[in-house]
């Protein structure tokens, strides 16, 4: 390329003069050049694709090589009058026009009329119409006629960057080319032309983080590797470079990546500190990890796919698959999963780094989205440890000496290791209105209601007034409840329409699930299902009820057997109550 006097921009100067200049759009520049080749040149084309991946370039080198003195030809010679005016951008035949700023139908009319006059001296007279999207409903509608039947001596070339915004009428009457972002190692492969004609010493790493950055654009990556040159002449240090730059190298990447896998809350938080001091956008570091955590993925799930990253250099690559072996799949699922929700999380609070720094917290400490009521309680309290990631559980032990004198709070009554005394007999959940840690052991039938009132919620338990309340009361409203539920949380009540009404006895309503049903059950027991449906109850009943489920054990019983017969044994208790009452009498047994 002939170099110019003066400062030109390298997006500029190294701009594609010709077809075999064109970076990654092959498919775009084979099908131009036989078109040429069989004289079958379309009067209107439609360039569509994101920016800076080389729409604009490849339409003025399609215009040159329908207006070469030597042409159509697909190696247009570039010295000729029309090729270097067209390289200029001063040819009187090739019109560049800004559909962003030229998006009136007065704009659309005048070129109606300078369509119909002949070329200066070039074959064609052609139109690049760049951001043609932009264009009013008004304009594209003056355009269709000329469009459809224009003059023999017109074409037309439309760039966008949103082909779904342009009438399917303006579409109709084009052929389409959709262009596609560069692969990381087309735009490295440019930058080191660019660095090797300009005689630049950049390390490839540099290269490496400006091609990622770059996100698939050419011109993109152009531009950071000419907004780095003064500094790589000056100074050369890699950390200014990226610090200016604001983009995040491998490096960085490689440093936290380290951190998480050691479980180090302290030096991970630190290093979240440090990069925000350095300048570094934390929203770009953000997005650049979940990459990062793609790539870790992929070593542990497909060896394959990670083979060919091309994206990630070779000693980082080595890196990730030493690193892997502190995580689990499920770690690095849960970790994506949790640096996309503080990404989410980050649009709300206009803050990046307490959603950051949040994610991290809850990975190390593995925090499992469930925290303790402690709001009746001051006896208990709990910490998490880093270093294990897991619940230490610290208790006054004072005030535990008298539990009667004790409020009981969720971790106490629910988070109790395997000495507590309860049976073993089965591994059943029970949930009154709080969470079930799953290292819990219940045998429902083994517990008696004196042994149930030590885990009940305090609230529940105080309640000293009788209630009239049965459990055929509650049959009755239940589906009206369920139906009230349904309007706020739809799973929510497909789960209970899968419950039986197993027994209600002191304030607390238990309910049973088939084997099949496990997960409904784990479902309704968790702790803002359960308060939910608390507060249902007592909307619907005026006092407060109390919330269990258990799993029946005999899988052959029908759903509603175990309800069918509590509510006739109990209608029929009730009914013969009733009669003794009324009529003063007594029951006797034979030989009385």
Not at 231 to 243: Q, R, T
């Amino acid at each position: 390329m002939d170099k110019k006097e003066g400062y030109s921009a390298f997006a500029l100067k190294y701009r594609p003069a010709n077809f075999n200049e064109v970076v990654g759009q092959r498919h775009v520049v084979s099908a131009l050049e036989n078109a040429i080749l069989k004289k079958r040149v379309h009067h209107a084309y439609l360039f569509s694709g994101p920016r800076g991946v080389g729409k604009t370039s490849l339409a003025r080198i399609f215009a040159k090589a329908l207006n070469c003195e030597n042409g159509p030809t697909v190696t247009p010679c570039g010295k000729c009058i029309n090729c270097t005016s067209i390289a200029k951008g001063n040819s009187l035949d090739v019109i560049e026009i800004d559909g962003a700023s030229n998006r009136g139908i007065d704009e659309i009319r005048a070129l109606r009329e300078a369509v119909k006059l002949s070329s200066s001296g070039a074959r064609y007279k052609i139109y690049i119409i760049d951001e043609v999207h932009m264009l009013t409903q008004e304009a594209f509608n003056a355009l269709l006629k000329t469009l459809e039947e224009p003059p023999s001596h017109v074409k037309f070339i439309f760039a966008t960057t949103h082909p779904q915004k342009v009438l399917p009428t303006i579409l109709s009457r084009c052929q389409k080319f959709q262009f596609k972002l560069l692969t990381f190692e087309e735009i490295v492969s440019k930058l080191e032309r660019i660095i090797k004609e300009e005689n630049l010493n950049i390390d490839k790493d540099i290269l490496h983080s400006i091609a990622r950055s770059a996100d698939g654009s050419i011109r993109d990556a152009e531009s950071l590797l000419d907004q780095i040159v003064p500094i790589v002449l000056e100074k050369g240090d890699v950390k200014d470079i990226i610090s200016f730059l604001g983009i995040v190298d491998e490096t960085t990447l490689n440093e936290m990546l380290t951190f998480i896998a050691e479980r180090d809350i302290e030096k991970s938080l630190d290093f979240i500190h440090r990069i925000t001091q350095e300048g570094k956008d934390l929203g770009t570091f953000l997005n650049s990890f979940i990459e990062h955590l793609r790539s870790v993925l992929l070593s542990k799930v497909s060896k394959k796919a990670f083979k060919e990253l091309r994206e990630v250099s070779p000693y980082t690559k080595e890196f990730i698959v030493k690193k892997a072996e502190a995580f689990t799949t499920f770690d690095i699922l849960k970790l994506i999963d949790l640096f996309i929700e503080a990404k989410s999380l980050s649009r709300k609070l206009n803050s990046v780094r307490i959603p950051l720094e949040l994610a991290v917290v809850k990975f190390i400490t593995n925090f499992t989205g469930v925290y303790p009521d402690s709001s009746k309680s001051g006896t208990d309290k709990q910490i998490f440890s880093p270093s294990s990631g897991v619940s230490n559980k610290i208790v006054n032990k004072e005030k535990s000496k008298d539990i009667k004198n004790t409020n009981i709070s969720s971790e106490s009554c629910f988070q109790r290791e395997k000495k507590q005394p309860y049976p073993e007999k089965n591994r059943k959940g029970m949930s009154l209105g709080m969470t079930l840690n799953d290292e819990l052991d219940f045998d429902i039938d083994g517990i008696t209601w004196e042994e149930e009132k030590k885990v009940l919620p305090k609230d529940i338990i105080s309640e000293k007034e009788e209630i009239s309340l049965t459990i055929e009361d509650i049959s009755r409203k239940w589906p009206s409840v369920v139906a009230e539920i349904s309007k706020k949380r739809v799973s929510l009540a497909s789960y209970l329409k899968e419950a039986s009404l197993h027994s209600f006895e002191g304030r607390i309503l238990t309910l049973s699930f088939s084997p099949r049903h496990s997960f409904y059950k784990e479902a309704v027991e968790s702790l803002k299902n359960t308060k939910f449906i608390e507060n249902c109850l007592a909307d619907a009943f005026g006092c407060r009820l109390g919330i269990r489920c258990i799993l029946l054990k005999d899988k052959d019983n029908p759903k509603d057997t175990k309800k069918t017969e509590l509510i006739k044994e109990t209608e029929d208790e009730n009914f013969i109550n009733e009669l003794l009452d009324t009529f003063g009498g007594n029951i006797h047994t034979d030989g009385e």
